[in-house]
């Protein structure tokens, strides 16, 4: 599944052929993805003018000058091309700008989403209204962790999944930034000290960080003949590594099962 470092890789690539320009036509290739398209989707987006891209947790965000902002969601396969030589079958979604330009949202699986939201709704639509703050932004540190945590008997990473207390952060990253704060993912995080908290926060902003920053160079410098984005290729430190040296003090990582999904860390310098 797509997560933040790939949707915010995504809205970057993206800009560049949006923002500014009149949205002259949308086609609907079927009447849903994981929901069905709001009835009024092509009326309200035609003729609009795109005025600014952003994210918010893992959904794209596209503001128009009518006062509605289009929500994507990428779910488990979707993904933008960009200019297309010929529509796919998987092409449920094309938008044609002024420019002459196309975008067309492929989607095999159909988990993703599209919504229509007056903008200045934006933080009441369901899921955002219950959503924590951006992990990386100014109000998500280790003083904010520590609040959050407080006599909270789950395990970190649960924590770290939940929505509710930090927007937008998958299983990969979180694996990854609890093996940089050298924090075991099965940890109570009431538990976990006051520095250990503001280790952890600067760990999963480095992490995230590092991760767009290479989706962005491989948007950047690899475009396949199609026009696709290209996502992250990602040089993760634990998550998917199991039985390879941690990059840290060179122990086998290891991976278990949490909730149906696996937890990938090591257990010489995680504690």
């Known amino acids: 599944m797509p997560e933040l470092p790939e949707v915010e890789t995504t809205v970057r690539g993206l ?11 949308i086609e609907l290739r079927r009447g849903d993805l994981r929901r069905p398209f709001p009835p009024d989707l092509r009326q309200r987006i035609t003729g ?9 947790a893992k959904y794209g965000l596209i503001e128009t000058d009518r006062g509605d902002t289009l929500v994507f969601h990428l779910g488990m396969s979707g993904s933008w091309r960009i200019d297309p030589k010929e529509l796919r079958v998987h092409d449920h979604v094309v938008i044609e700008t002024d420019e002459g330009r196309r975008l067309a949202l492929n989607d095999p699986r159909r988990f993703g989403s599209i919504d229509l939201v007056p903008t200045d709704r934006l933080d009441a639509m369901p899921p955002f209204a219950a959503m924590g703050p951006e992990p ?9 962790l520590a609040g959050a945590f407080a006599s909270r008997v789950a395990p970190v990473k649960a924590m770290l999944l939940d929505q509710r207390i930090v927007a937008g952060l998958g299983n990969i990253y979180v694996c990854d930034a609890l093996n940089l704060a050298q924090i075991h993912p099965g940890r109570e995080a009431g538990r976990i000290s006051r520095p250990r908290l503001d280790r952890l926060a600067e760990a999963v902003k480095a992490v995230l960080r590092a991760a767009i920053e290479a989706g962005g160079s491989t948007l950047r410098d690899y475009v396949q ?7 992250f290729s990602s040089n993760w430190r634990v998550y998917g590594r199991e039985g390879q040296p941690c990059p840290r003090c060179g122990a086998a990582i290891r991976r278990r099962v949490d909730s149906g999904r696996s937890t990938f860390f090591c257990a010489k310098c995680q504690r």
Do not use: K, N, Q, W
């Open 136 to 144: 990386l932004g100014s109000g998500f540190d280790g003083a904010y």
């Open 48 to 56: 609009a003018r795109v005025t600014r891209l952003g994210r918010r």
């Open 15 to 25: 800009t560049p052929v949006l923002e500014g320009r009149r949205i002259v036509s």
């Open 225 to 231: 003949p199609s026009g696709e984005l290209g996502y």
